[in-house]
């Protein structure tokens, strides 16, 4: 187990805690499904708790969730407009979703749930079918509007509208790809370095002082993975919003 | 290169179909031998054995989530952020109708207190004025008197004065019969005396 320990991709993999087969298929409670589970309890007995006394001069924890909610909510009325406010519980909920579920990954042994190229890439889906089946829905073939920008030559429309169906399309890999590698390249990277102060701990007095490298270097990168699982989860809720413009207005670029 | 190469053969997994069930079979098995190591030799972000597990627990969890955020959690803080905003408002129009009542309230006392003011200089003008023609008329109806009785005075002077004088012509009548008498020895006739004591006194 000791090699496990040191192994920086140990800490990805996915567990059964609960065995389920439906039909054929796994559907067992694993560790990712536990921290979803913790995701959706942390989250949402914060943003209940801290709100239930409905203060009109706000305490600290209640002024955390308000300004999660107006901080969104900005982000989507400059993003989106107006129109797009009805989208606000889905960005809101995505947004807070991914954020906990990043800062509950920083926790040491914690598993993080969006280190998983899966989940991230069904966000994404989640994300690009509501822009695609709202725009559909509310501007018919209109819709497709999306991909001609307009004051363009004729002549170069075609390469431009190529372009622009290409750049919808890599839409979901791009956006579940960002958040899947960053937040799986930041765990890795923690581990090594905090690997090297374990492994160069165990080579006498020397090797504790070399240690000192990398533990500096493991508290920095710890830092800086706060930085980037806030980050992330905000650029995720604002390429949301970018993307649900398309599906608001889908002609105004 | 381990990353393409785990997800080259999850990919294959997936799509040969037969060997999909097979293969979850495999994956499972050495997940239970090694205690949850990746000793499938798959990148565990990449084993798709453990996809549909995961998508499901997503869906229900961040369904659920949804859920509580648009129905219980986003309603109160924005009823809480609009509670917040309506009290704003309320009290600064409170605030700015209760200036405009002070400032109304100053207006009237400013205007009460000059009108007081000018009511006060009238009246005191008036009063003034009073004092000054009943003072005068008092002084004309004492001067008046005052003249009234000082001509009376004249005239009961000049009165006695003739008086006086009258008494003092019989005196003189008297006394120069009785000088006439003592001095003649005869008497005097009345008439010459009275015109004799007449031409003396003039």
């Known amino acids: ?253 | 290169m381990f990353v393409t190469a785990a997800y080259a053969q999850s990919t294959t997994t997936e799509g040969a179909e037969t060997h999909d069930a097979a293969a979850g079979e495999v994956h499972t098995e050495t997940g239970v031998a090694h205690e949850g190591g990746h000793g499938s030799g798959v990148f565990p972000p990449f084993d798709s054995s453990t996809f549909a597990s995961q998508l499901l627990w997503l869906a229900i969890t961040f369904g659920l989530f949804y859920l509580l955020m648009s129905k219980v959690v986003m309603p109160r803080i924005g009823g809480i952020l609009e509670t917040r905003n309506d009290t704003i408002a309320r009290d600064l129009d409170d605030a700015s109708r209760s200036k405009a009542e002070a400032d109304a309230a100053i207006a009237a006392y400013e205007q009460e207190l000059a009108a007081a003011k000018a009511k006060g200089n009238a009246i005191a003008s008036e009063a003034r004025e009073a004092a000054k023609t009943k003072a005068a008329a008092d002084r004309t109806a004492v001067e008046a008197s005052l003249n009234n009785k000082i001509s009376a005075a004249e005239a009961r002077i000049a009165d006695i004065k003739t008086k006086a004088l009258a008494d003092v012509g019989a005196i003189a009548e008297e006394t120069a019969a009785a000088v006439v008498e003592q001095l003649i020895g005869g008497k005097a006739s009345k008439a010459e005396i009275a015109s004799a004591v007449k031409a003396t006194a003039k």
Do not use: W
């Open chain 1, 1 to 253: 187990m000791a090699g496990d320990k040191v192994d920086p991709v140990h800490q990805f993999v996915v567990n059964k805690i609960v065995p389920i087969e439906i039909g054929g298929i796994d559907f067992s409670f694993t560790n990712a499904s536990l921290f979803m589970v913790a995701t959706l309890a942390v989250a949402t007995c914060f943003l209940y708790f801290t709100t239930s006394t409905r203060s009109l001069v706000p305490g600290r924890m209640q002024s955390v969730s308000e300004i999660s909610y107006e901080f969104i909510a900005s982000m989507l009325r400059e993003g989106a407009g107006s129109h797009g406010m009805k989208f606000f519980p889905m960005v809101f909920s995505l947004f807070m979703f991914i954020l906990t579920a990043n800062m509950l990954g920083m926790v040491p042994y914690f598993f993080t749930v969006t280190s998983q190229i899966v989940v991230t890439f069904a966000l994404a889906l989640f994300v690009i079918g509501t822009v695609v089946f709202y725009g559909f829905y509310k501007h018919g073939l209109g819709f497709l509007n999306v991909f001609v920008p307009s004051g363009v030559p004729g002549i170069l429309l075609p390469l431009v509208i190529a372009i622009e169906v290409i750049s919808f399309l890599s839409r979901p890999i791009s956006l579940s790809v960002r958040l899947f590698a960053n937040m799986l390249a930041g765990h890795i990277t923690l581990k090594v370095f905090a690997g090297f102060v374990a492994s160069l701990g165990t080579l006498g007095a020397l090797g504790i002082g070399g240690a000192i490298l990398p533990l500096i270097m493991t508290v920095a990168l710890t830092g800086l993975e706060f930085l980037v699982s806030f980050l992330q989860a905000y650029v995720f809720a604002v390429l949301t919003c970018m993307y649900l413009n398309d599906a608001v207005h889908p002609g105004g670029h």
